[in-house]
Nanobody, 123 residues
């Protein structure tokens, strides 16, 4: 399975961005897809995850601002990010876990990773 993340860029605080993660390969072997981010000098954190059945979970820091969605026909997972803040500046990654797992928050269970896309939020 391969993942291709895109949609990052430079944006002013308060604005929105939508990230996309296109999955290819044996996509039917995948269940949960998550969006992670890693800011400079900080640990990578899971922001949101979604299963193939569209169950979702969010990190408290992004609840109400970020929305994860999935188009199984297009093999694409989106992260809509609204009301962006400078502290949202980070490299954002999408990752996928196999069907042996449910809606997991365990990073080691996400065995497929995209290349990352940089989001910079200016004040």
């Amino acid at each position: 399975v391969q993942l291709q993340a895109s949609g990052g860029g430079l944006v002013q605080a308060g604005r929105s961005l939508r990230l996309s993660c296109v999955l290819s390969g044996t996509v039917r072997s995948i269940n949960a897809v998550g969006w992670y981010r890693q800011a400079s000098g900080k640990q990578r954190e899971l922001l949101a995850a979604i299963t193939s059945a569209h169950s979702t979970d969010y990190h408290n820091s992004v609840k109400g601002r970020f929305t994860i969605s999935r188009d199984n026909m297009k093999n694409t997972v989106y992260l809509q990010m609204n009301s962006l803040k400078p502290e949202d500046t980070a490299v954002y990654y999408c990752a996928a876990a196999p069907r042996t797992h449910g809606l997991t928050k365990v990073e080691s269970e996400y065995i497929y990773w995209g290349q990352g896309t940089l989001v910079t939020v200016s004040s």
